[in-house]
């Protein structure tokens, strides 16, 4: 592969990239690798069978529903999956293979231009008639001049692959971006929380500053979409996760975990203040009566959260962590929901 047809297929990946992610964001596809090498195929155009397939259920309103973005891997892509899949990191790797390649072939020309310095050394201590000097003179002249070619060359095939670099880079960064949010919420998703909770115990587990972890679950969530459809559903979903995220600050960190289910991650926050923090959350949400619709309101009467609420021990890991939150909150929707309940303090947090 040379390097103008090298950079026609970084371009075409780009523009894949750039096509890819908000088509699958917008129709609620988690850009997992499988999924997005079926939206890199379709959108690269020579997988015709998988284009009819999906243009035809986009055409029928069908959801890309878990089950049929596995069906539409495991028919069109399973075979053919680690090339698409690694397509990116190929091309990076040529990136830096066609840069390794410039830089030995100067070293190269480097070596050739000492060696003829030091013959002609040589053969000026032996006195050589004048021909013979100028040939020597217009040798080095002419390694010369090839040195300072190839480092205008280099020159520009630095500035070339340095803008590719940059473009790729900034193309990951908005993957990794994507990966990380919840595209109903724009919440940070639950790969992004197993991420931060591990970040969190390290920074937090070893010192003398409390932490907390608040679990978040809407009441009745799954009655409320059987009574009025996911479409509204989405949208109280989105009403609570802003609520969340407009009631923290600072190095606060919210997510949504799955479903109905949200978490809040305070660090130098103590148990007590934890749960007040909490309090003030569920006080918030069920105090507004919300309406769906601009001219005929449809009432849909409070929303309420139960929250459970854990502090940080310099025994746990993410899991441990965890699950002594989701146990104060399975506490909280025993006792009526519409509430708060801390962890039972069986040791001494941090």
């Not at 309406?291 to 459970?308: D, R």
Request: hydrophobic share 40%.
């Amino acid at each position: 592969m040379d390097m103008a047809q090298h950079l026609s297929e970084t371009e075409l990946s780009a523009k894949i990239l750039r096509h890819a992610v908000p088509k699958m964001s917008e129709l609620n596809i988690p850009v997992t690798p499988e999924n997005y090498a079926v939206w890199y195929e379709y959108y690269k155009g020579i997988n015709l069978d998988l284009k009819r397939a999906i243009d035809g259920l986009i055409a029928n309103n069908v959801s890309f529903t878990p089950s049929v973005n596995k069906e539409l891997y495991k028919t069109y892509i399973q075979v053919h999956s680690p090339e698409v899949i690694e397509k990116v990191q190929v091309e990076t790797q040529v990136l830096i293979n066609g840069l390794l390649a410039k830089i030995a072939s100067m070293s190269s020309g480097t070596s050739r231009f000492s060696k003829s310095l030091s013959e002609f050394d040589s053969a000026l201590k032996d006195e050589p008639e004048p021909i013979v000097l100028q040939k020597l003179v217009e040798g080095i002249t002419s390694e010369l001049d090839e040195i300072i070619n190839a480092n205008i060359e280099m020159d520009k095939s630095l500035n070339s692959m340095s803008e590719e670099v940059d473009a790729l880079k900034t193309e990951m960064d908005d993957l990794r971006s994507v990966v990380m949010t919840d595209q109903l919420t724009s919440l940070n998703n639950r790969r992004a929380f197993d991420k931060e909770v591990i970040s969190h115990i390290n920074s937090f587990s070893q010192s003398n500053f409390e932490s907390s972890l608040l679990v978040v679950d809407i009441d009745y969530f799954k009655k409320f979409n059987d009574v009025h459809g996911h479409l509204i559903g989405d949208k109280v979903l989105t009403y609570v996760a802003q609520a969340l995220k407009n009631s923290v600050k600072g190095d606060d960190f919210v997510a949504r975990y799955g479903g109905e289910e949200f978490v809040i991650l305070l660090p130098n926050t103590s148990h007590e203040n934890a749960q007040k923090v909490a309090e003030n959350l569920r006080a918030k949400i069920a105090a507004r009566n919300l309406t769906i619709g601009k001219e005929k309101k449809l009432p849909l009467g409070n929303i309420t959260v139960s929250v459970g609420v854990a502090s940080l021990k310099v025994s746990d890991d993410k899991d441990s962590y965890f699950i002594r939150a989701d146990e104060a909150l399975y506490r909280a929707k025993s006792s009526g929901r519409n509430c708060v309940v801390g962890e039972r303090i069986m040791e001494t947090p941090i």
